[in-house]
Nanobody, 119 residues
Framework: QVQLVESGGGLVQAGGSLRLSCAAS????????MGWFRQAPGKEREFVSA?????YYTDSVKGRFTISRDNAKNTVYLQMNSLKPEDTAVYYC???????????????WGQGTQVTVSS
């Protein structure tokens, strides 16, 4: 059974930083995409970033967020700098599936971790 467990969320002031981690268990994802989505209150879940052999970001986080992975630990990270109040959301880890033509279609989801950025 695949499990994705996120950690690292919390409350931070605007301009601050957080680092999210997502540890996967139940299968290895070294040869598959991993990534992050987020859902703000009253909004649909949206793609944030993905990593295959390349990295991909939604425009609103480019230059501020950095995705990375440690295949030995089956873990993906999201370093978030220069955080803004509009980054406030539940952040979901995703794994497996495929990244194609600018869209990520994961097979597995984490339970989510809250990120709140105060102004």
């Amino acid at each position: 059974q695949v499990q994705l467990v996120e950690s690292g969320g919390g409350l931070v002031q605007a301009g601050g930083s957080l680092r999210l981690s997502c540890a996967a268990s139940g299968r290895a994802f070294a040869n598959y995409p991993m990534g992050w989505f987020r859902q703000a209150p009253g909004k649909e879940r949206e793609f944030v970033s993905a990593i295959t052999w390349n990295t991909y970001y939604t425009d609103s986080v480019k230059g501020r967020f950095t995705i990375s992975r440690d295949n030995a630990k089956n873990t993906v990270y999201l370093q978030m700098n220069s955080l803004k109040p509009e980054d406030t959301a539940v952040y979901y880890c995703a794994a497996g599936g495929k990244y194609s033509s600018g869209s990520y279609y994961p097979n597995y989801w984490g339970q989510g971790t809250q990120v709140t950025v105060s102004s």
